[in-house]
């Protein structure tokens, strides 16, 4: 049973361009979440989705920053027109449940604007 | 005020000692509290889960739930060098369906 599958594990981008990480949850888990972590720093809440709905996006940015989760395929964030603030690693978690609280996170997409 | 906090440390403990790392919660209607382990530069590993007041035993771990203090805890009994990672403490807030976690600990077990 794979884990939480996330790529790439690394990007680089320059200042402008787009940034799109995927996520594929555990095999049975309808639910994702989106995280980002700076260094030094805790996990920060970004999105929470379940198949093709977002449920609760209150600590995403207004501004660049998308994610969707399709019927078939796996969850996509997006930031647009990255800035060099946007480096950071940004994890992904699957549930079974909604508010389980077990969430099984993958290996992080590291993002280096440069 | 943050939802969730913890002192960031670090905390160093030699082997075999007890590590005690703490974590205060802002909303008071929080059901469901977890501890998590994060090693430098991996992700995020369950460890431990507690939903009612008291203490929940597993292995050397124990949690340790106070909800009119709002103050969630975790023991690590025998310290190891493999414990030495940073903890985060994560609560399901009641107002909505994201997890908060603190910025973490870290816990440095010396040999």
């Known amino acids: 049973n794979a884990g939480v599958m996330q790529n790439p594990r690394h990007l680089v981008r320059r200042r402008g361009q787009e940034a799109r990480l995927r996520c594929s949850p555990m095999k049975g888990h309808s639910h994702v979440y989106w995280y980002r972590q700076l260094p030094e720093e805790g996990l920060k809440f970004m999105v929470y989705l379940q198949k093709e709905n977002i449920i609760d996006e209150s600590g995403m940015p207004k501004e660049r920053f998308s994610a969707e989760f399709p019927k078939e395929g796996p969850s996509i964030l997006r930031i647009q027109q990255v800035v060099r603030g946007d480096s950071a690693a940004y994890f992904c978690a699957s549930s079974p449940r909604v508010n389980t609280g077990e969430l099984f996170f993958g290996e992080g997409s590291r993002l280096t604007v440069l | 005020q943050k939802e969730v906090e913890q002192n960031s440390g670090p905390l160093s403990v030699p082997e075999g000692a007890i590590a005690s790392l703490n974590c205060t919660y802002s909303?008071?209607?929080?059901?469901?509290f977890f501890w998590y382990r994060q090693y430098s530069g991996k992700s995020p590993e369950l460890i431990m889960s507690?939903?009612?007041?008291g203490d929940k035993e597993d292995g050397r771990f124990t949690a340790q739930l106070n909800k009119a203090s709002q103050y969630v805890s975790l023991l690590i009994r025998d310290s190891q060098p493999s414990d030495s990672a940073t903890y985060l403490c994560a609560v399901n807030l009641q107002t909505g369906n994201q997890f908060y976690f603190g910025t973490g600990t870290s816990l440095t077990v010396i040999p």
């Open positions: 507690i939903y009612s007041n």
């Open positions: 909303d008071r209607g929080s059901q469901s």
